[in-house]
């Protein structure tokens, strides 16, 4: 198991309502603990045995925001 933890940058978050959303988005993957969203990041810990860095900027996405350097 390889844990890392790392801080997002996401664009286009406004509201508690965008939070939520990427924090479900996260939490839905395997091997992923979210540790902290707020408007503009989002912290978490990843096994990258489970899941990548591009499934965590992927899943973001799919919810309609950017990360920033993906």
Known sequence: MSQHTETLTIEGMSCSHCVHAVRQALAGLDGVDVDAVEIGSATVRYDDT????????AA???????????
């Open 50 to 57: 489970r899941v990548s860095r591009d499934a965590l900027v």
């Open 60 to 70: 973001i996405e799919q919810e309609g925001y950017h990360v920033a350097d993906a």
